[in-house]
């Protein structure tokens, strides 16, 4: 068993096998997990926000959808990763607090990371192949290098891996 990488909030971090891959407390945070199986290259990214665009102090890329995914891919391939193998796995992405007017889609950050992380794996061509988004509480979560198993805990929840 190797070492257990942390990955902070607004970070990214890539690995290969033994290594594995955590990040905390994700509530309306993504976890953008990409595994390619043949190099067992893996890499994750704890997404913040949808839009880096959007943001005038945005020089930390891994905190936005749009450019922490195209740093992680980055690394993995200097790796020995090969784009055309990665496959994506994401969780997180809850909706942590109830306001009044919830049609305001600005106040749904965690709908609104989901779908920017989405558009963002689709215009590169890496396929989610499972996820677990959404909902009212936060996840913890870990990606494994050997096998890509996206492990998900949550308090009051069952264990899940995906």
Not at 37 to 57: C, E, F, Q, W, Y
Not at 63 to 71: M, P
Not at 94 to 108: P, Q, S, V, Y
């Amino acid at each position: 068993m190797g070492e257990v990488i942390k990955v902070g909030m607004a970070d990214l971090k890539v690995c290969q096998y033994p290594d594995s891959l955590t990040t905390l407390g994700l509530g309306s945070c993504v976890g953008v997990a990409l595994y390619d199986s043949r190099t067992k290259v893996t890499g994750l990214a704890h997404i913040m926000l949808p839009d880096s665009t959007a943001i005038k102090n945005n020089s930390n890329i891994a905190k936005f959808a749009d450019t922490g995914i195209v740093e992680t891919v980055r690394l993995m391939e200097k790796l020995g990763a090969s784009k055309s193998r990665l496959v994506a796995k994401i969780a997180g992405g809850a909706n942590m607090f109830h306001f009044a007017n919830e049609t305001n889609k600005a106040l749904r950050v965690g709908d609104n990371n989901v779908a920017a992380v989405k558009k963002k794996l689709g215009e590169m061509g890496i396929p989610i192949i499972a996820e677990d988004t959404g909902c009212n509480y936060g996840r913890t979560v870990v990606i494994n290098s050997e096998d890509g198993m996206f492990t998900i805990k949550s308090v009051g929840k069952p264990l899940k891996v995906i």
